[in-house]
């Protein structure tokens, strides 16, 4: 069964940091691109960055320069670095899994609440 578990969210000031992290379960982890959503009330859902199966990596517009994402294949591990952070990253932040069909097709965690307050 695929999981994807994510924890590491929580309140931090502006200007703060944070790293998250998703625990990854019942597939190939190293086989498959990965990344981080987010989601806040009344608004679509938002690509924060995707990372390959290479290393390759991909951010959205509002994580350029401020966050890394990152894997570690032996530990099944997704990161998100998010450094000076703004009110406006207040956000529910989803690990995803771009899997095919035969496997779940795409996947995303339950979250984990990120909260900058100003």
């Known amino acids: 069964q695929v999981q994807l578990l994510e924890s590491g969210g929580g309140l931090v000031q502006a200007g703060g940091s944070l790293k998250l992290s998703c625990a990854a379960s019942g597939f190939d982890f190293r086989g498959y691109s990965m990344g981080w959503h987010r989601r806040t009330p009344g608004k679509p859902r938002e690509l924060v960055g995707i990372i390959s199966r290479g290393g390759s990596i991909t951010y959205g517009d509002s994580a350029k320069g401020r966050f890394t994402i990152s894997r570690d294949n032996d530990k099944n591990t997704l990161y998100l670095q998010m450094s000076s952070l703004k009110p406006e990253d207040t956000a529910v932040y989803h690990c995803?899994?771009?899997?095919?069909?035969?496997?779940?097709?795409?996947?995303w965690g339950q979250g984990t609440q990120v909260t900058v307050s100003s």
């Open positions: 995803y899994a771009d899997l095919p069909p035969r496997l779940n097709g795409a996947t």
